[in-house]
């Protein structure tokens, strides 16, 4: 390597560079990089609070990935990650980014079509709750239900029903089942016996008041059994 740094140290970075080449942002990432670079940092924090939650945990999976760019950080804490969508502009964009040091299983999915039956010991989804009409939402959530093992674990992440009248016309565009903290807490106990919810603001996550909240994310586990099961 004939480059050098001055501080020796950072001749790793060059050899990365060298031997790897350059990284490349995720579709979706390169796109909130180029007009609101700040709120890749809430992305990440979200992704960091699933990869906190989880680690130790086997098999995971990721309804809604986009571009899979902070699935990473569930990769980094968690052996064997499944990220899936329903839109293969997303799953073609992962796979042509496939780093071998962080391999990801993608495959196309909805999850309004049907549950994966692969006993995953959990589940995470962020960002796509919103995106469910409300008819859907029990379908949506039961198949989730059973695509975990029995003691299975949901995290999910969507914006408040108070945020959106400061949303951005881009960000609000399609949120059509933002919910308040409560009703997000009474939707997923029909389908978890603990449903702890968590607020957000920015990339801080704490216990105040749901109203004030940005950003929720619910940790749900004890699933109870479906009906006629």
Not at 185 to 196: E, T, Y
Not at 200 to 205: A, K, L
């Amino acid at each position: 390597m004939s480059e050098q740094t001055k501080e020796p140290q950072y001749n790793a970075c060059l050899d990365v560079r060298d031997r790897k080449g350059s990284a490349s942002l995720g579709v979706m990432t390169n796109f909130v990089w180029a007009t609101d670079p700040k709120r890749l940092c809430f992305v990440l924090a979200r992704y960091k609070f699933v990869a906190k939650m989880l680690a130790g945990k086997s098999r995971v999976l990721e309804v809604g990935c986009a571009d899979a760019y902070g699935s990473r950080l569930v990769r980094q804490a968690v052996p064997s990650v499944t990220v899936t969508d329903f839109d293969p502009v997303f799953t073609r964009d992962v796979e042509a980014r496939m780093d071998s040091d962080w391999e990801l299983r993608v495959f196309l999915h909805d999850m309004l079509s049907g549950p994966i039956r692969e006993n995953f010991d959990a589940v995470y989804t962020l960002d796509v709750f919103e995106h469910i009409e409300q008819r859907d939402e029990k379908r949506f959530l039961a198949n989730i239900r059973d695509s975990l093992g029995r003691d299975g674990v949901l995290i999910l992440g969507t914006p408040s029903l108070e945020s959106q009248k400061y949303a951005s016309p881009g960000s609000i565009a399609g949120h059509v089942n933002c919910k308040s903290g409560d009703d997000l807490k009474k939707v997923l106990g029909d389908f978890f016996a603990n449903v702890f919810v968590f607020s957000m603001n920015d990339e801080v996550v704490h216990t105040g008041f749901y109203p004030m909240a940005h950003y929720l994310l619910a940790v749900c586990c004890n699933m109870k059994p479906a009906p006629n099961s």
